[in-house]
Structures are given as structure tokens and as C-alpha cells.
């Protein structure tokens, strides 16, 4: 038994969930903000970027090290493979909350143009659909991940309708296109989040099928 | 599957040493000009059955086997098949470089003189062909008149492939050829196996997985007399079927 090498694989994958957590956190901590008009909290998550930015360097090398030194084959080669594409995603979804915090804070105490119902939900929808890929991740569930994967459809429909209500919005009112156009963005960002989370979503049915499902979803 | 392509075809082999079943059931076709990899712990049964595609095996007399080796069609453990026959086209190279204790040319031209040739021009191009053909002959054509016992140990194991070469075999069995040399041997031996596949077939055992997957493109993996996954290489070392098969390649095993 190979017992290091099992331990150092297994200690990558920690790694990555426990950026994956970061992550997560970070996008909640940005839509509270912006729900809640919490601008401190965004500040943090600003702040914060950097330790993702660090943690995806750490497991970039580590893994590197792994497939230089220990030659992984087979499901161990495809789990490591994987964790080196996904904690790209993860990186990219922490940049796209900072993008989300940033907004935030632009925002700033200003009213809001209309009641925020629907980015809410999506962030609902998101949240959820990140911590159930890290699930099928832990538990090794294609049957999961491909149901959270099949759920960015509705993230991208409601984007498409967050959009066309603001825009409707602005051909209305053009002094509130500010706010609008900064509102759409924050879709859009929840947008890419989702597609960030159904590559991750892939990821784990290529560890278990070797099947790669790209642009499937 | 082209009838012509089937080099070997191994139908229901059993093997024998004396109560110990070493080789059960196997089934298993080799393919013209590929290289095919054997791998398994030890004590699995690989070195067996390779030696016994030329009936090496003979040699051991507690060995008994059951079922037929196919060599073109051709049941190798027919009686009126003569076995020097088979071995000059089913030739072998062993873990252990093995040269004579003679000179480099006569180690070469050993199998050839024994089928009678004796014109020295004959032998001198044999020599030279299959030096070259072994990626050898830049380093000794200055002295070929030296014992071979002079070069070194991965120089020999090409001398050794050279000689195997001489009588222009068909196919070539090798007996973890790398596992005495360093690593720069080793390269240099595996790039003969890549440039001899398009003349010959190899059956190449090995304890280096990495080996097998760099080199071949079939591999075979047995357990305990068992042949329990074949395939293409590629197949598995990325996604193999059987789960013995992922539990070894993977280091999980015992």
C-alpha cells in the first residue's frame, strides 16, 4: 500500500473543499452586503480574495509535486486532474464575488430602484447549487452532480429576465440606468458563477465515468 | 480482427509446476508489430507465460501444461513441431544481460553459425544489421574483436537484443530487459523496443508500470495464474474494467 501517496491525495482534496468553502463564503458574505447594506462585509471580502488567490497557488504545487513524484493512474489520476481544473473555477468565483462586493460598495446607501426579489433568489439558487457539487465531490454522486448541473439552465433564465425587466426599467426612466446597469451586472456575475459550478459539476463526472461532458450543460 | 495480424493466439493455457497451478485459462491473442506488456506482482504467472510462448518452459520438468498456443495457426505444442524452430522465430531477452564469453562479433553471429552459415561476408552483414538495428554498432564497430564482457551493462542487453536479432526472429520476448540498468540504459533500450515494433512483435514483461505504459500498446495484467484484464494501454492505465486491475496500478494492493 502506497499509504503516503493516499494521504497526500487525499490531503489536496481537503485543501480544495476547504477553498471551496472559502469561496462559498465569500459570495455569501458579498450578496449580504448587498442585501443588507452591509458595506464593512464587503470590505472583508475584498480583503479576503487574497487567501483564495494564495490557497489555489498552495494545491497548484502540491499537485504539480503529486504527478511529477507519484506518477497517479486511473481514478486517482483523474480525481487529482480534476482538482487541478476545479480549483480554477473556485479562484475565479471568489474574483467574480469581489466583483459582486465591489458593486456593494459603489452602491453605497443609495435607495434602491425597485425591492431586490429575484437576484436574491438566484443567489439562492447558486449558493445551492456550489454546495451540492462539493457534496457530489465528497460522496462521489454522478447523479447529483449532473441534477446541479442541469439547474444552471434555470440561473441563465433568470438572468435572461432580470435583465429584460431592468432594461424595460431604464427605457422607462433613464436617471435610474446607473443603478440598473450595476444591478444587471451583479446578475450577470451570479450568471457565470453558475456556469463556474457546472464545470465543477463535470469535473466530478469525468472522475467517475472518464467521461468528459464538457458544454453538455 | 485480421486472421494474419493474430501472431499468438492462446486458447485455454494451463500450466503446471508440478502441484502448483501457475497459469489457468488463459485466452489471449498477440498482435503483429505491437508490444505488448505484461504486468502483475509477482509470483503472478507473467515470466511463465512468456516463456512459455517458446516453450521455455520445457526446460523445467515438473512444468506440465493443458490447452494450445497458437503460433500462426500453428499449435506450438504439437510433437512434430521441432522447438529450435520455434525459437528462432520466437527469440528472448532476459532480465540479466547474458552474453558469451566471446567477442562482440561472435556473439552476434552465434545463432547464424549454428544454421551453417560460415561465409565470413555473410556473417560480417549479419553483424553489422543487426548491430545497427540494436543501436549499437556506432559504439563498437571500432572493436568488435573485444570480449563482450568489456562493455557495459546496458551496452550488452542491446548485444544481447543484437544476437537475438542475428537469425531474424519474428517475435521477441523480453524478460524485464531494463530491470538491471540505469536509467539511461533503460531509455536507450526503450527506444530500441519503439524502433523494432515496426519489424517485429514484442512481449515485453515488466515490474515498471510506468514502463508499460510509456512503451506499449497492449497491456496485460495477471494475478495469481489469472489473465484478468487485457487491453489497450491507454484503456488501462486511464480507466481499466476490473477493479483488481485499478486496485494494482494504483498501489492499493496488499
Known sequence: MRKEYFKTIKGIENKMLEMALKSEESIEKAMNSLINRNLPLAEKVIDDDIIINNMEIQIEMSVVKLLTLENPVARDFRRVSSVFKIITDLERIGDLAVNIAKISIEIGEEDFIKPLIDLPRMYEIVREMLSKSLKAFVENDVALATKVAEKDDTVDDLHLQINEELLQMIADDSKIMDQAMKLMFISRYLERIADHVTNICERIIYIETNRVSKHEF | ?254
Not at chain 2, 551496452?155 to 537475438?164: G, T, V
Not at chain 2, 496485460?220 to 481499466?240: C, H, Q, R, Y
Open chain 2, 1 to 254: 480482427m485480421k486472421t494474419e495480424a493474430i501472431v499468438f493466439d492462446v486458447k485455454k493455457l494451463n500450466l503446471w509446476y508440478g502441484e502448483n497451478h501457475a497459469l489457468k485459462d488463459i485466452e489471449f491473442k498477440i498482435m503483429k508489430n505491437e508490444i505488448t506488456a505484461i504486468i502483475g506482482p509477482s509470483g503472478c504467472g507473467k515470466s511463465t507465460f512468456v516463456k512459455t510462448l517458446n516453450r521455455m518452459t520445457d526446460n523445467v520438468s515438473i512444468a506440465r501444461t493443458e490447452g494450445e498456443v497458437l503460433y500462426h495457426g500453428r499449435n506450438i505444442f504439437d510433437e512434430k513441431l521441432r522447438v529450435e524452430e520455434l525459437r528462432t522465430k520466437v527469440g528472448m531477452v532476459f532480465q540479466k544481460p547474458n552474453p558469451f564469453p566471446k567477442s562482440i562479433f561472435e556473439n552476434v553471429v552465434y545463432g547464424p553459425r549454428i544454421h551453417g552459415i560460415k561465409d565470413k561476408k555473410v556473417l560480417m552483414e549479419i553483424a553489422e544489421r543487426s548491430l545497427k538495428h540494436a543501436a549499437l554498432w556506432d559504439e563498437v564497430k571500432d572493436r568488435l574483436n573485444d570480449n563482450a564482457y568489456g562493455l557495459s551493462g546496458g551496452q550488452q542487453q542491446r548485444l544481447c537484443i543484437a544476437r537475438c536479432l542475428a537469425v531474424e526472429p519474428e517475435v521477441i520476448l523480453m524478460d524485464e530487459p531494463t530491470s538491471a540498468l540505469d536509467p539511461i540504459a533503460t531509455n536507450k533500450i526503450e527506444d530500441l523496443i519503439e524502433d523494432l515494433k515496426k519489424d517485429y512483435t514484442i512481449v515485453i514483461v515488466t515490474h515498471s508500470m510506468q514502463q508499460a505504459a510509456r512503451i506499449s500498446d497492449k497491456t496485460a495484467f495477471f494475478l495469481m495464474g489469472d489473465l484478468i484484464e487485457v487491453d489497450s494501454t491507454d484503456v488501462i492505465f486511464t480507466n481499466p474494467r476490473d477493479q483488481k486491475t485499478e486496485d494494482y496500478i494504483t498501489g492499493r494492493f496488499g
